[in-house]
């Protein structure tokens, strides 16, 4: 196998974005050890649940029937992330560590939970439904269009694509959320 040239104008990926690096293969041991976790915790959460028997419920309708299965699946997933991790040699992997994290595809995915914990925890609830939705994809866009983006992209020109993406967004969730699933949003 050949390996092809690096052509001008394109970035090679740096080590700590490379999958196979010895800190990518510690950074998925513990992500999956700490999804495996995070699984079983929210599998008991769901099995402690009231299963509403006095009320006769159906039981594929209980409450913790959808997390609990979310749960499972996000155990497996995580399972199999440190299983493959183990399997790959990472000489030297807890040094490099520091490297991975500190690569541009963790800040990304820092961003994206940042985000995601803002519009959970602090819009949703607080604002409309269609205000918050709003604002998070108008945001989320421009982070990751005008700060992250490589090469980034000038405001000015993200700014209309954002704000009309948002707005579109916002109104279809929010429709097909109340008038198709008939669910009350906050």
Do not use: H
Not at 121 to 143: D, E, K, S
């Amino acid at each position: 196998m050949t390996e092809t040239p690096n052509l001008a104008g394109q970035n090679p990926l740096s080590a700590a974005d490379d999958d196979n690096s010895p800190g990518m293969i510690k950074a998925d041991l513990l992500t999956g050890l700490f999804f495996v976790v995070l699984g079983v915790a929210i599998f008991y959460g769901a099995w402690t649940m009231d299963r509403l028997e006095v009320r006769r419920i159906q039981p594929l309708t209980v409450p913790g029937l959808v997390p609990g299965l979310l749960s499972a699946a996000l155990t497996l997933c995580g399972g199999l992330l440190a299983l493959r991790s183990l399997r790959a040699p990472a000489e030297g992997g807890w040094r490099a560590l520091g490297g991975a994290l500190g690569s541009g595809a963790a800040g990304r995915a820092m961003a994206v939970m940042v985000l995601a914990l803002v519009y959970t925890l602090g819009l949703v609830g607080n604002l409309p439904f269609w205000a918050a939705t709003g604002i998070f994809v108008f945001v989320f866009i421009m982070v990751f269009e005008c700060w992250l983006a490589e090469p980034r992209r000038p405001w000015l020109r993200s700014l209309p694509w954002a704000l009309g993406l948002a707005i579109v967004t916002a109104a279809v969730v929010t429709l097909v959320f109340e008038r198709a699933f008939l669910v009350r949003l906050p």
